[in-house]
């Protein structure tokens, strides 16, 4: 099983929709938690991080479900620029290495 | 100017060749890091640093090989390239004593035929 993995999309939606993802992990020892944003054949940056009692940041919200071991982006009112693959990090608790999913694909369109 | 620069942008190669990617950075981070890219697969960790006498080996570390040669630089090498080493390569540095962010690079394209 893969230690962190994500549904690839992609996720088409209208400008202004509302559009959810989730990420899974599979190590319950799980420090810290990420969401990177990275455009087409661009490198990846860091888009926020998740903690444990959620976070928002603008139109993004983040989540962090410890039970089930997920975490979640949430972004309203999207716009024709969030187009872009969405990567969920994970640090399973050892050093400051960072497990990446492969990413989920947003497409917003007009 | 970046903070993190790669080199070369784009290579192209052939079986059995050696060929080394350069990674630079300005940041003055201790941590750095060398990720493969493949469709699908998402970003796997080749090797990383956590200063310059510490190398260690990531998930991937079969058929590559890395340097520091001082804080600000990390190279990647390839001994004998394959084919299935075509992918995009990720340079990336970290800062913990400030928080566990990654920065990237701008990657290198590698086709190995």
């Known amino acids: 099983r893969k230690e962190v993995e994500q549904d690839p999309g992609p996720f088409n939606v209208p400008e202004g929709a509302t559009v959810a993802f989730n990420c899974t992990y599979s190590?319950?020892?799980?420090?810290?938690f990420f969401w990177y944003r990275q455009d087409c054949r661009k490198e990846p940056k860091l888009l926020m991080s998740v903690y444990s009692s959620g976070n928002e940041d603008g139109r993004f919200t983040a989540q962090l479900n410890r039970a089930s071991q997920y975490i979640s982006l949430l972004i309203r009112d999207s716009k024709l620029s969030d187009s872009a693959t969405y990567l969920c990090?994970?640090?399973?608790?050892?050093?400051?290495?960072?497990?990446f999913g492969a990413g989920t694909t947003v497409t917003v369109r007009a | 100017d970046a903070d993190v620069t790669q080199t070369p942008r784009n290579r192209i190669t052939k079986t059995g060749k050696r060929i080394m990617l350069e990674c630079s950075q300005t940041?003055?981070?201790?941590?750095m890091y060398w990720y493969r890219q493949d469709p699908g697969l998402g970003l796997r960790l080749i090797y990383y640093?956590?200063?310059?006498?510490?190398?260690n080996k990531g998930e991937i570390s079969d058929g590559y090989s890395v340097s520091r040669q001082a804080q600000a630089k990390f190279s990647l090498s390839l001994e004998s390239a394959i084919p299935n080493q075509t992918a995009l390569y990720f340079c990336?540095?970290?800062?913990?004593?400030?928080?566990?962010?990654?920065?990237f690079g701008p990657g290198t394209r590698l086709l190995v035929l």
């Open positions: 990090a994970v640090n399973p608790g050892d050093d400051y290495k960072l497990s």
């Open positions: 640093s956590f200063d310059v006498k510490d190398i």
């Open positions: 990336a540095t970290s800062d913990p004593d400030r928080d566990e962010t990654q920065y």
């Open positions: 190590n319950s020892a799980s420090q810290s």
């Open positions: 940041k003055g981070h201790d941590r």
